[in-house]
């Protein structure tokens, strides 16, 4: 499970930053909303970048739909 985050939100850029696991360390992913670049801006050092993956799929969601939540929970099995 992750939470993210909104942490930017431009014509050209979204942002969020990420919470692995309820933890208080997070890291930062960006997604350019007119190529569909993705980017890991930080990372949660001590958890795997599954974490980061995950959140950027849920972003390319966020994207198709223009719809970006201040808030959400990304959880998998």
Do not use: Q
């Amino acid at each position: 499970m992750v939470k993210i985050k909104l942490l930017e939100l431009t014509e050209n850029l979204v942002s969020y930053k990420y919470f692995p696991e309820d933890s208080k360390e997070y890291g930062i992913v960006s997604l350019d909303r007119k190529t569909g670049e993705k980017s890991v801006k930080k990372v949660a050092e001590k958890y795997s970048s599954s974490y980061a993956a995950h959140v950027i799929c849920r972003m390319e969601e966020y994207l198709e739909n223009e719809k970006f939540p201040e808030t959400d929970i990304v959880a998998w099995y």
